[in-house]
């Protein structure tokens, strides 16, 4: 029998202790235990389950679905990266709706949004008193535009709470002559905020923080967004630069007590608050710990690095810190290819098949979902993300707004909607088991841990159904935490148990709930072979589709037909079918899985290169022997062509096999480090692969943290046969080169 336990609120979180009895010692929960060198094994593992969430991170975890928004001079220049010296002009900006955008994240079931203020270019689109360069500089509103508090006012009238996302990497003090950042001035006292004639403030907290120019001002930023719009729920401090200067150090503690002060309710992103899951793919782990070990205390640690290993928090992880620190994963990634909007033909938007999996990956794998959705060059979200957004809200409530084992026998704590509530499993077998009136045909599970009483416990858990009068196992997993969405083949049944097969102390089980989401033709991917023989398959592996155990293709229980088009149509069930590789000369393909019942899957589209059949490699500035040069131009991604350390000069020269008249070209970063990548170059061309000329410059941003496939859309068609790409800077200033993919594209 469970022994059901109903905690009362009132208790307060730094009070409580565990009820669960597995040990002699009680000790109360907290957000950072302190290891000693003294503790055994036993005694960390104690101390890992008494680890919880803080108030504030307790209330991000139950956001579940947030929104970001990357808006500013990149909008306009379609660049993934600025480089802070964009006249503040391009910043073009006639119409903006930030209600448009709150309708459609609310439609979603976002709970919040978190907008780029600042990015990397240094640009801030509020009325800031402490610099020019930004939106006071640009003709919207005649000056006097302020995006941020046009966003507040739409956040407080739908009901969605605000984040703040403020870059320290600021390419416009940088670059400036008389720029603040990474100047070498000295570090002294200074009062936050420096007061500035005829805009005084209403709020008149004062700080003293002994900081230089740049933490100034950063600080006075600071003051002016959290005091002067919101409140403020999350500050995201991103860790990506793309350039560094001086030395330039950023001094958090002073940051992180202003914020405490000024935006008690805020998580921290980037720090000790919440940590981001270590790609921007939308990629989950199959294990997402949220107690995390630390060699230096969090609370006054001021740098945080990315924490980017598969396993952040097994126990044998756990052993070697210094610290148990609660640090919840946010999962962050776009719904366009890229963080700022380009346009609405070539920049591809994720289906809302995809955007849904995401959303069951990462919020059923005990991390927060932030998808951002870049407005448009109208401030307005395109029609496109408005669409996925409505579907994607109406797939989540249609899936998940209705319990099936509502009116079940089983652990009532567990059926009552109520987080706080929560069942206490035996040791001897823990296992909660639900009969339902009637069978319910179902294919997802939800299980949530009373996380903020008693920590992350379970380890590793099954799901089984009664079935022909025995127990049959249909699911299973490792670690739950806030919350696992178990996905299986539907089954009907009207009796389910929960096994807990490892466990780091007592299971304590806050909800428990089943759902049906009906079968979905699946996503699709082109895989094209060297001469030019295309595949289209379901999707497996993109976003690691076996990451809770499940066999998507298994799970579908569908029969579907694909249907395919190439000259850039849509294709419908009239487009022929395809049964088998097919020929593509290059260009526009897309494809769609139709069932047998006229389920429409979610439309896959790539522009596809020039065969490379025909084509070899002239010359190339060096190779490493495990990656030679014709790696970079062999149609398998996953090989790739890497230099010696010759610099950030480095060229690789092509004929392609007869002249083409070209439009772009793609450019596949390797993934297996992050060494190497071509953040800028040059494009040559040559009428006898000898003697090149210039043609165009490209730039691709963000490659680190994104290294994934970017294209340059040439200004003017290029005929060529001859090609020479050559790098001209390496990210990171690395000094050699890698190349994955080259793909040249006609149309
Ligand atoms: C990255 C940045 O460099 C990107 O531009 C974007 O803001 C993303 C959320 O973080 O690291």
């Given at each position: 029998m469970n022994k059901s336990i109903l905690w009362t609120a009132m208790l307060g979180f730094a009070s409580i202790y565990s009820h669960a009895?597995?040990?002699?010692?009680?000790?109360?929960?907290?957000?950072?235990?302190?290891?000693?060198?003294?503790?055994?094994?036993?005694?960390?593992?104690?101390?890992?389950?008494?680890?919880?969430?803080?108030?504030?991170?307790?209330?991000?975890?139950?956001?579940?679905?947030?929104?970001?928004?990357?808006?500013?001079?990149?909008?306009?220049?379609?660049?993934?990266?600025?480089?802070?010296?964009?006249?503040?002009?391009?910043?073009?900006?006639?119409?903006?709706?930030?209600?448009?955008?709150?309708?459609?994240?609310?439609?979603?079931?976002?709970?919040?949004?978190?907008?780029?203020?600042?990015?990397?270019?240094?640009?801030?689109?509020?009325?800031?008193?402490?610099?020019?360069?930004?939106?006071?500089?640009?003709?919207?509103?005649?000056?006097?535009?302020?995006?941020?508090?046009?966003?507040?006012?739409?956040?407080?009238?739908?009901?969605?709470?605000?984040?703040?996302?403020?870059?320290?990497?600021?390419?416009?003090?940088?670059?400036?002559?008389?720029?603040?950042?990474?100047?070498?001035?000295?570090?002294?006292?200074?009062?936050?905020?420096?007061?500035?004639?005829g805009r005084p403030f209403k709020n008149k907290t004062k700080f003293n923080f002994k900081v230089d120019d740049y933490n100034e001002y950063f600080l006075n930023q600071l003051f002016e967004l959290l005091t002067e719009y919101g409140p403020v729920h999350e500050v995201w401090f991103d860790g990506a630069h793309p350039k560094r200067k001086g030395g330039q150090t950023y001094n958090y503690n002073a940051w992180r007590e202003l914020i405490k002060k000024l935006a008690p309710e805020a998580v921290v992103f980037g720090k000790e608050g919440i940590r981001w899951c270590g790609n921007e793919s939308g990629n989950t782990r199959s294990t997402e710990w949220n107690v995390i070990p630390y060699q230096e205390d969090p609370a006054i640690l001021q740098n945080f690095s990315d924490l980017m290993d598969e396993d952040l928090g097994s126990r044998e992880k756990l052993f070697k810190g210094k610290f148990l620190h609660?640090?919840?994963?946010?999962?962050?990634?776009?719904?366009?290819?890229?963080?700022?909007?380009?346009?609405?033909?070539?920049?591809?938007?994720?289906?809302?098949?995809?955007?849904?999996?995401?959303?069951?990956?990462?919020?059923?794998?005990?991390?927060?979902?932030?998808?951002?959705?870049?407005?448009?060059?109208?401030?307005?979200?395109?029609?496109?993300?408005?669409?996925?957004?409505?579907?994607?809200?109406?797939?989540?409530?249609?899936?998940?707004?209705?319990?099936?084992l509502r009116g079940a026998?089983?652990?009532k704590e567990t059926l009552d909607d109520n987080l706080e509530s929560f069942t206490v499993l035996s040791d001897k077998s823990p296992e909660l088991i639900y009969t339902t009136p009637k069978a319910i045909k179902i294919n997802r599970f939800v299980i949530q841990e009373a996380v903020s009483t008693h920590g992350e416990r379970v380890e590793k858990h099954a799901l089984d159904a009664w079935i022909d009068g025995k127990w049959e196992e249909i699911a299973q997993a490792t670690n739950v935490g806030y919350k696992r969405i178990l996905r299986f083949p539907e089954i009907t049944a009207d009796k389910f148990r929960i096994r807990v097969l490892a466990s780091r102390a007592t299971p304590i089980i806050s909800q428990v709930s089943a759902h049906y989401a009906p079968g979905r033709p699946p996503q699709l991917v082109f895989n094209r072979s060297i001469d030019g023989m295309v595949a289209i398959d379901p999707m497996k592996s993109e976003f690691g589709w076996n990451p809770h155990g499940e066999d998507i293709?298994?799970?579908?229980?569908?029969?579907?037909?694909?249907?395919?088009?190439?000259?850039?149509?849509?294709?419908?069930?009239?487009?022929?079918?395809?049964?088998?590789?097919?020929?593509?000369?290059?260009?526009?393909?897309?494809?769609?899985?139709?069932?047998?019942?006229?389920?429409?899957?979610?439309?896959?589209?790539?522009?596809?290169?020039?065969?490379?059949?025909?084509?070899?490699?002239?010359?190339?500035?060096?190779?490493?022997?495990?990656?030679?040069?014709?790696?970079?131009?062999?149609?398998?991604?996953?090989?790739?062509?890497?230099?010696?350390?010759d610099g950030a000069t480095q060229h690789i020269s092509i004929d392609l096999g007869q002249q083409y008249n070209l439009t772009a070209f793609s450019y596949t970063p390797q993934k297996e480090h992050g060494n190497g990548m071509m953040a800028k170059g040059i494009l040559k061309i040559s009428n006898d692969g000898k003697n090149w000329n210039e043609v165009e410059r490209f730039e691709f941003g963000n490659?680190?943290?994104?290294?994934?496939?970017?294209?340059?859309?040439?200004?003017?068609?290029?005929?060529a046969r001859y090609i020479q790409v050559e790098s001209t800077e390496i990210t990171g200033g690395g000094k050699l080169l890698t190349i994955a993919e080259l793909d040249f594209i006609e149309q």
């Open positions: 009895q597995v040990n002699n010692k009680k000790i109360p929960v907290k957000s950072t235990y302190e290891i000693k060198s003294t503790d055994s094994p036993e005694d960390i593992i104690w101390k890992a389950v008494h680890v919880v969430p803080t108030a504030n991170q307790y209330q991000a975890l139950k956001n579940e679905f947030i929104a970001f928004i990357h808006f500013g001079p990149n909008t306009f220049t379609k660049m993934e990266w600025g480089n802070g010296m964009e006249d503040p002009q391009v910043f073009d900006l006639k119409t903006l709706d930030t209600d448009q955008w709150c309708e459609a994240m609310k439609a979603a079931g976002m709970k919040k949004v978190i907008i780029t203020v600042k990015h990397h270019d240094g640009f801030v689109l509020w009325q800031s008193r402490y610099t020019k360069h930004g939106i006071m500089s640009s003709g919207f509103r005649g000056g006097q535009g302020d995006v941020l508090k046009d966003l507040t006012a739409s956040c407080q009238k739908y009901g969605l709470k605000l984040g703040i996302y403020l870059s320290p990497a600021d390419l416009f003090q940088i670059e400036s002559p008389d720029g603040l950042y990474g100047n070498l001035s000295e570090y002294m006292q200074r009062i936050i905020p420096r007061e500035v004639a609660y640090q919840p994963a946010e999962t962050n990634t776009s719904i366009r290819e890229g963080w700022f909007y380009r346009d609405d033909t070539h920049q591809k938007v994720r289906s809302t098949d995809d955007v849904f999996d995401i959303y069951e990956r990462s919020v059923g794998g005990n991390s927060t979902f932030l998808l951002n959705i870049p407005p448009n060059r109208e401030g307005k979200f395109s029609p496109e993300d408005v669409k996925v957004l409505h579907e994607v809200g109406s797939r989540i409530k249609e899936t998940y707004g209705h319990n099936l026998k089983g652990s293709l298994k799970n579908l229980n569908i029969n579907y037909q694909i249907h395919y088009t190439l000259d850039g149509s849509q294709p419908t069930e009239q487009s022929p079918v395809y049964k088998q590789q097919i020929y593509v000369k290059g260009g526009q393909i897309k494809a769609v899985a139709i069932s047998a019942d006229k389920l429409i899957g979610a439309v896959a589209e790539e522009t596809i290169g020039i065969a490379k059949k025909l084509g070899q490699i002239l010359d190339f500035t060096s190779e490493d022997p495990k990656h030679s040069a014709k790696m970079a131009f062999d149609a398998d991604p996953k090989t790739y062509w890497q230099s010696n350390n490659l680190i943290n994104d290294p994934t496939k970017r294209t340059h859309r040439f200004s003017k068609n290029i005929q």
